[in-house]
């Protein structure tokens, strides 16, 4: 059985920083590509981030710069690290994957496996 656990969300005040990470089990880690997306009220979910099962990443514009995607195979876990916070990072954070993937995209419909997300609020 799939599963993936987000957890580190939490309060920050703008510019500062925050870890999120996604722990996972019941799939190949290390043949996946996986995924942060997050979603605001009232408003559609986007990608944030992707690393491809060879481990390219690739960013949101508007995160770039500021957002790391990593994982770590041995743990099967997933991390975002997240500094010079906004408060337009506030949303529910996913962690998403999906097997036998070579590149990722962006989009959700890319992805078949899926957490129940964490909160991540910035204050100004």
């Known amino acids: 059985q799939v599963q993936l656990v987000e957890s580190g969300g939490g309060s920050a005040q703008a510019g500062g920083s925050l870890r999120v990470s996604c722990a996972a089990s019941g799939f190949m880690f290390g043949s996946t590509c996986m995924a942060w997306f997050r979603q605001a009220p009232g408003k559609e979910r986007e990608g944030v981030a992707t690393?491809?099962?060879?481990?390219?990443?690739n960013y949101a514009g508007s995160v770039k710069g500021r957002f790391t995607i990593s994982r770590d195979k041995p743990e099967n876990t997933l991390y975002l690290e997240m500094s010079n916070l906004k408060p337009a990072d506030t949303g529910m954070y996913y962690c998403?994957?999906?097997?036998?993937?070579?590149?990722?995209?962006?989009?959700?419909?890319?992805?078949?496996?899926w957490g129940q997300g964490t909160q991540v609020t910035v204050s100004s």
């Open positions: 690393i491809d099962n060879d481990g390219t990443t």
């Open positions: 998403a994957a999906v097997g036998g993937c070579i590149v990722a995209t962006m989009r959700t419909s890319g992805f078949e496996w």
